[in-house]
Structure formats: C-alpha cells, structure tokens
C-alpha cells in the first residue's frame, strides 16, 4: 500500500507540474511534436491549452486520492 501512495504521489506531482506549465506558462514545447505540428497546421494552440489542462486536472486529482489514502490509512 506504501508503494501505491508514492506512486500516486509522484505521477500526481508530474502531471500537476506538466500540466501547470502548459496552461499557465504555455511552454508547448513539453507537448511530443507539438510545434511541427503547429507548423504544418494540424495542431492549434487550443489543443496544446486543452492537454495543460487535462494533464493539470488529472495531476491534482491523483494528488489528492494520494493524499487522502496516507490520511485515511495513517491509523492502521
């Protein structure tokens, strides 16, 4: 159960961090082959914010189930 917190942990972290410099920083160039696609047309700057955004959302939420399993499971 130890290993599932920390990896809950360490993904929710990464997505979070990811997610939080493509919405906010707009460092699309984290996103594989973002900026040929941008060139060649087939990728626009509204799908790079929506992957921010999944990746920012998905990140705080395997956070928080992380956090609360240590806080659930802290008594046993």
Do not use: P, Q, W
Request: charged share 20%.
């Amino acid at each position: 159960m130890t290993l599932l917190k920390i990896i809950l942990l360490a993904l929710g972290a990464t997505f979070s961090t990811f997610g939080y410099l493509n919405y906010f920083k707009k460092k699309y160039n984290l996103i594989n082959d973002y900026e040929t696609n941008r060139k060649a047309g087939k990728k626009t700057e509204s799908y790079a914010r929506k992957v921010g955004l999944i990746e920012l959302l998905l990140g705080i939420a395997l956070l928080m189930i992380g956090l609360y399993l240590i806080v659930a499971m802290r008594s046993t």
